[in-house]
């Protein structure tokens, strides 16, 4: 089929791999521009941009699409099957939507229509759903409310992160548009019924509350593993908490309790396996602590 492909990030790349692996004609690639990152603020490109160079696939990058009437009308041109969508990160118009003989088809990294939205990954989780997966889904002008083509699930389980899942659901969903354009499935409608959305993150996010149950303090690294991050504070340090095991434990929410760094959360409490002090290196939580020992009866901040 004669397609498009639209993505950014690094969930998206493996789609377009398999796409081009399966001799489907890309007949151009839609991604964010390049933009300024890192500490030296240089200007990269993102992952399917990269990807799409390596394949030697045209790469088209506009700011926006909504108000650029030449960007629309240079994408009907392209005289498309279908166009493949992935967290790309604009919004498309009805005329772009219109456009493929096709339609355009979103791969979404939740069970529809559970978590529609930008942050479904971290919503399954954080949440404590005991299953996630992915929708392939016709895109209509609604925020993730299209017909659903496909679903397939996967469980979350105690280890489950939000790195783990993202790269189980990047493949997952590669695989699941290919068996969508092949035989493109009758689509159904989503439920009214059970409908919820998943915000997109902000850094501040990852603050640590420890007057929470251990377990949803759980759920939050293993959840924001490994944006935004999850962090408390000692004094006016902000310290990196990057993985935890739930542990028995009582005492004041925030309280270390022992050398193991066991801290006592709202109910229970978590030992912190991995962690990250300012202008340091990531590193087990047992090797700071050679290092750095954190004594019984310190208070972490909110």
Not at 115 to 129: F, N, S, T
Not at 264 to 281: E, F, K
Request: charged share 15%; hydrophobic share 45%.
């Amino acid at each position: 089929m004669r397609l498009a492909f639209m993505g950014s990030p690094d969930f998206s790349v493996p789609t377009l791999h398999a796409l081009h692996a399966a001799a489907h004609d890309i007949a151009a690639v839609y991604c964010q521009p390049p933009r300024p990152a890192g500490r030296g603020q240089a200007v990269r490109r993102c992952p399917v941009h990269v990807a799409a160079d390596a394949l030697g696939l045209p790469v088209h990058t506009p700011a926006r699409l909504r108000t650029d009437l030449a960007a629309q009308a240079a994408f009907a041109a392209l005289d498309l099957d279908g166009a493949v969508v992935v967290a790309y990160g604009l919004i498309l118009p009805q005329a772009m939507l219109d456009a493929p003989k096709h339609g355009c088809l979103n791969i979404h990294a939740s069970l529809l229509p559970r978590w529609r939205g930008a942050g479904p990954i971290q919503a399954a989780i954080l949440a404590g759903d005991t299953e996630t997966g992915v929708t392939i889904m016709r895109m209509e002008a609604g925020l993730d409310t299209g017909p659903m083509l496909l679903r397939e699930a996967v469980p979350i389980t105690a280890p489950t992160t939000a790195a783990t899942l993202h790269d189980l659901l990047a493949a997952l969903g590669a695989r699941m548009i290919l068996a969508a354009l092949d035989t493109f499935p009758a689509s159904v409608p989503q439920p009214e019924a059970g409908v919820t959305y998943a915000p997109k993150l902000s850094r501040d996010d990852g603050r640590i509350d420890w007057s929470q149950p251990a377990e949803a303090i759980d759920r939050r690294i293993r959840a924001f593993d490994p944006w935004p991050g999850t962090f408390t504070t000692l004094g006016t340090t902000v310290f990196k908490v990057l993985a935890a095991a739930r542990v028995d434990g009582r005492g004041p929410a925030g309280t270390v309790l022992d050398s193991d760094l066991t801290i006592a959360c709202g109910d229970g409490a978590i030992r912190p396996t991995r962690v990250q002090w300012p202008g340091r290196a990531a590193m087990d939580a047992a090797a700071f602590l050679r290092g750095h020992p954190i004594p019984p009866g310190t208070v972490f901040g909110a």
